[in-house]
Structure formats: C-alpha cells, structure tokens
C-alpha cells in the first residue's frame, strides 16, 4: 500500500491531517522550519514525531560526507521515527554508504532527478528515494517519467529502498504517481486536503441532506 506523507514543518497542518487518519509520516526540509518560524529541528521534529507516531525526515544543512555524517549521528539519535535526509550527490553517496552500515541507518535520499540518481542511492543504501517529479515538470521535462524508470529499476534489480514521489504539485500527480507504482507521496497540504474534495460529493450530500429534511418534517 502506498503511504502518504505530507510536505510540510507546520504543526497545525500536520494535526489536521493525522486526525483524519490517513497520514503515515512527514517530510521537512530547511526551507520548510523556516516557513514554521523555526531554527530548531531537533525540537520540531520531535514535535513532528510526536503528532504522527511515523516516519519524519529531516535534512542535514552539510554538504560535505564527513560533516553529513556527524549531523546524521545527531538527528537519528531524536527518535527511531526520524530518518535523515541526504543530498544525492557525490558527498552525500559516501555519506548514505557510511550511515547505511549503522543499524539505526534510515536515510532519505534526496534532491533525486533521474533514475540513474535513484540507482545510485539505493546502491549507497538508501532506505527512500525522493524524486522531485514537481521541479523536473516546471522545467519542461516528464517527472513522472522518471517515477515509473525508478520503479522499474528497483524493481528489476530488487532494491528494498522505496520510490518516493516527492515535489508533488497537485492532485492529478497523485494520481498519476500511484498509477506508476510510487511506495510513498509526500505533498503540500494544500493537496492533500484538495484530494478529498468533489463539487459532485458537495452536491449529493446537500440533495441527500435536503430530502431528509422534507421526509422528516411530515
């Protein structure tokens, strides 16, 4: 079953979303504390964790392996909940091979645009790999081309590391992202709450309300 997380660091969002039952983690980011008001992951992302009971990830700020490292250390020590995001380059392939071998090792392998990028984390050993589907079709090129290459690599080679399809941008990529066998959805709320809407659904539950009104005023 395909799980869905949501984009965000905003603690009203992410409580709404877990009481309706369907969240099954969180992906932040930088960016994404800062929006919170926030410079201190440690103590969001535990209040993350605390919210989901799930998988939270959170990113390293390094960009070299040896300091990806030591921030890694840190951050997966918060909560065996946490995983921590690492940048698909060079520095962060050495880094993802060294935290892969530690037995609390859960990587999310991010800033992922190709399936050769994918292959690659998943060999250094990368628990999920986050395509960027939403940037890779604001420049004109298939995101979600890249979804259905990744599947189909880990799936022809056996790689436990998951698809995640990441930089969702609306409701037809979850759609279209399921259809290509993505293990994981990580969106803005926004979509998420976009997702169980329906003029049609408002309409007949209106028209079923109104009936029962009527039958219950004789």
Known sequence: MALIFVDTANLDEIREAAAWG??????????????AGTANRKEQTLKIVDIVQGS????????????????????????DHVYVKIPTIPEGLKAMREISSWPNG????TLIFSANQAFLAAKAGASYASIFLGRLDDAGLDG???????RQVFDNYGFGCAVLAASIRNTVHVTQALLAGADIL????PVLKTMMHSPF??????????DWAKISAK
Request: a negative charge; charged letters at 20%; zero cysteines.
């Open 106 to 109: 859960r990587i999310n392998a």
């Open 186 to 189: 990580t969106m803005p709320f």
């Open 144 to 150: 979600m081309e890249v979804v259905r290459q990744t």
């Open 201 to 210: 659904t408002d309409i007949g539950l209106q028209r079923f309300l109104d």
């Open 56 to 79: 939270v990830s959170a990113e390293v700020i390094s960009t070299d392996a040896p300091g990806m490292i030591e921030e890694a250390r840190e951050i997966l020590s918060w909560s």
């Open 22 to 35: 369907v969240l099954d983690g969180v992906t932040t980011n930088p960016t994404l504390m800062f929006k």
